[in-house]
């Protein structure tokens, strides 16, 4: 499966972004799919990720309540909707898939990645 993910940018703290995941392939269905993110400097971490099939979900501490990962198995499509950002939420952000994955949140565990998209939050 390939990934493109799309939908970053520059916004103010408070404010929302939405970030998109665009996967080409067969049996989108089957795949697990994880955000992560890297800030400058940092190693890359969690963030939130669905499994396949029933679609569960699973967010690291800092994000829930904020975040919302969501799936469309008809469009191939997994998104991020980030509300109340914070200048701390500044990263590159990555989509990756697991085949038959349950949602972990360890990223060697994730064989597809797509490419980063840039998200910045200004204070």
């Not at 499509?77 to 949602?103: H, I, R, W």
């Amino acid at each position: 499966v390939q990934l493109q993910a799309s939908g970053g940018g520059l916004v103010q703290a408070g404010d929302s972004l939405r970030l998109s995941c665009a996967a080409s392939g067969r049996a989108f269905s089957n795949y697990a799919f994880a955000w992560f993110r890297q800030a400058p400097g940092k190693e890359r971490e969690f963030v939130a990720a669905t499994t396949w099939s029933r679609g569960s979900t699973s967010y690291a501490d800092s994000v829930k309540g904020r975040f919302t990962i969501s799936r469309d198995n008809d469009k191939n499509t997994v998104t991020l909707q980030m509300n109340s950002l914070k200048p701390e939420d500044t990263a590159v952000y990555f989509c990756a898939a697991e085949k038959f994955g349950l949602g972990h949140p360890e990223e060697s565990r994730y064989k597809y990645w797509g490419q980063g998209t840039q998200v910045t939050v200004s204070s």
